[in-house]
């Protein structure tokens, strides 16, 4: 199980992303809305300068085509799992908040950012494992 410099960056650049869209709720809205999009398009230029920089890495195997009934399968439950991960996400994003909240952390969106951003760095690179695998 190697994860290649670009499925870890991948992985990166995805929690950085959650954890600073996360933690710049506690800001106002307009500065809040200004974090996220800053945050979104410079992201999204280091993700192009890496797609760039790695371009010959990217080339992935021809796959074998599966039938329709397993195809049918996979789809049914990676849409059933991301379904699941979204609402358990927000369920955990909620419960820690309150917790933090309630046992008085000073900046509370700043630190369920760091988790959240935690979070997402491992919920991708086992996204990534599971597509290498099917």
Request: net charge positive.
């Amino acid at each position: 199980m190697v994860f290649s410099v670009r499925e870890v960056g991948s992985a990166a650049l995805q929690g950085l992303l959650t954890g600073l869209w996360v933690a710049a709720g506690e800001l106002p809205t307009a500065r809040r809305r200004l974090a996220r999009t800053g945050a979104t398009l410079g992201l999204s230029a280091v993700g192009s300068i890496r797609d760039w920089a790695f371009a010959d890495e990217g080339k992935k195997p021809e796959r074998q085509d599966i039938d329709g009934r397993r195809k049918l399968v996979v789809t049914g439950v990676v849409t059933a799992v991301g379904i699941g991960v979204m609402v358990g996400r927000k369920q955990v994003e909620n419960r820690w908040l309150a917790r933090l909240e309630r046992d008085g952390h000073a900046y509370p969106h700043r630190a369920l950012g760091v988790r959240m951003g935690a979070l997402s760095f491992a919920g991708t690179l086992v996204t990534q494992l599971a597509r290498r695998r099917f």
